[in-house]
């Protein structure tokens, strides 16, 4: 059984900055694409940032050169820093990631971590 497990969320002011860590645990073979996304209140969950195996990364407009994300195969976790954190970055943060394990190939989800920019 795969989990993904998810961690380092939290309350800052505007400008601070968080690193999101999120790591898989199971009967893993592999693991390709890992991801982040966001959900607001109200509003659809979106794609964050995404890194695949040989570490080629994507990132939502909103979030470039604010927001990098990283992995460490070694240890199945990818991490995302976010700095110059902004109110509009308030949301549930859910790791994903694509992974091979004894049932095959299937999309895993995190619980969710919160993170609230406020002054």
């Known amino acids: 059984q795969v989990q993904l497990v998810e961690s380092g969320g939290g309350s800052v002011q505007p400008g601070g900055s968080l690193r999101l860590s999120c790591a898989a645990s199971g009967s893993i073979f592999s693991i390709d694409a890992m991801g982040w996304y966001r959900q607001a209140p109200g509003k659809q969950r979106e794609l964050v940032a995404s890194i695949i195996s040989d570490g080629s990364t994507n990132y939502a407009d909103s979030v470039k050169g604010r927001f990098t994300i990283s992995r460490d195969n070694a240890k199945n976790t990818v991490y995302l820093q976010m700095n110059s954190l902004r109110p509009g970055d308030t949301a549930v943060y859910y790791c994903?990631?694509?992974?091979?394990?004894?049932?095959?190939?299937?999309?895993?989800w995190g619980q969710g971590t919160q993170v609230t920019v406020s002054s």
């Open positions: 994903n990631a694509h992974i091979l394990s004894t049932t095959g190939w299937d999309t895993y």
